[in-house]
């Protein structure tokens, strides 16, 4: 459409044309531009379901023309559906990495990845693991956790008969691998059996059959010097991520003074306040907020009235 517009003035008068463009021009303008698509929903895929449960992945894009969307699973078309959505009925067989992609005449985009993961836990597997073992007294013993596959990860719990293991004790402790180590052995000992369990809380929790321990040499042995049978070990870690080093030592009879230093140049410092958490019988150092100028060298240094014994290990803090 058309206006006009007179402007006076002392010369000779003026008439302007100003046009309009219609506003539904503009709005086809901008709108109806063919278009390559683009993501206003970004694929998601939650947290770790049980089997039988939904999971439904939905991803959309805008585009002149309209998309249409494929599916990728593990790399792979994973079905010839074209919606932008897809919904499962959970089976085992489909955890895997999902992307989806939409395209149209001007282009194609292709989401990011997400991981569908289906809760499952398995037997322990024992093949490889003895289940008697024959040991002296005052030895240290380490019983392994058997391997086992689960998702989520799940919680380790030993058992001793019927009676659960859960927090360090003085005649026992747990490794970063949940392993379980058994100090100063008695002639009390014998016969005793021990089992783990692992519960992921989606799945039953399974058990591991039963480990047994057989006392060869029942004698009553009075003192056997310290030994670390657990040494601290080199570490990795990222900023002000809690850090632990681990040393478990044995003796008969159980005593003896742990203590933890930093190796600075040639000075052994003292780890002492708040920075620094000790368990109970002082096996576990936890390092709070560790930067990287906490990296160095730690050590454990175990005093008794036999000669000092002590182990050290690396921290690198990224």
């Not at 569908?116 to 005052?138: E, L, W």
Request: glycine share 4%; charged share 20%; with cysteine.
């Amino acid at each position: 459409s058309t206006g006009t517009l007179n402007v006076e003035s002392d010369e000779v008068p003026t008439t302007i044309v100003i046009g309009f463009l219609p506003l539904s021009s503009v709005h086809y303008s901008v709108f109806n531009k063919p278009s390559p698509p683009a993501f206003t929903e970004e694929l998601k895929a939650g947290s770790v379901k049980k089997v039988g449960e939904r999971q439904i992945l939905s991803c959309r894009a805008f585009g002149l023309p309209t998309p249409t969307y494929s599916w990728l699973k593990n790399g792979q078309v994973f079905n010839d559906t074209t919606n932008s959505y897809i919904e499962l009925e959970l089976k085992h067989s489909d955890a895997g990495e999902y992307r989806c992609i939409a395209k149209n005449s001007q282009g194609s985009i292709i989401s990011n990845k997400v991981h569908v993961q289906v809760s499952y836990i398995s037997s322990f597997d024992m093949t490889s693991i003895p289940q008697t073992i024959r040991a002296n007294v005052g030895d240290a013993i380490i019983l392994p956790v058997p391997p086992i596959e689960s998702v989520p990860f799940p919680e380790i719990t030993w058992f001793n008969g019927t009676k659960s293991l859960k927090a360090e004790s003085k005649r026992y402790d747990f490794t970063v691998n949940h392993s379980l180590v058994l100090l100063n052995l008695s002639p009390h000992d014998d016969g005793r059996t021990f089992h783990v369990r692992a519960n992921n809380t989606l799945d039953e929790p399974v058990s591991s059959e039963s480990f047994t321990i057989f006392i060869t040499n029942p004698r009553n042995i009075e003192r056997i010097a310290p030994t670390i049978v657990v040494p601290p070990v080199d570490t990795t870690t990222n900023n002000n991520e809690i850090t632990q080093f681990i040393c478990i030592v044995n003796a008969r009879p159980l005593k003896y003074n742990i203590s933890w230093f930093r190796k600075v140049k040639n000075e052994s410092i003292l780890l002492t306040g708040p920075k620094y958490i000790l368990s109970k019988y002082k096996r576990k150092l936890n390092i709070k907020n560790p930067t990287t100028a906490d990296s160095g060298i730690y050590e454990c240094v175990v005093k008794s009235n036999y000669p000092t014994v002590r182990a050290s290990a690396r921290l690198t803090v990224l």
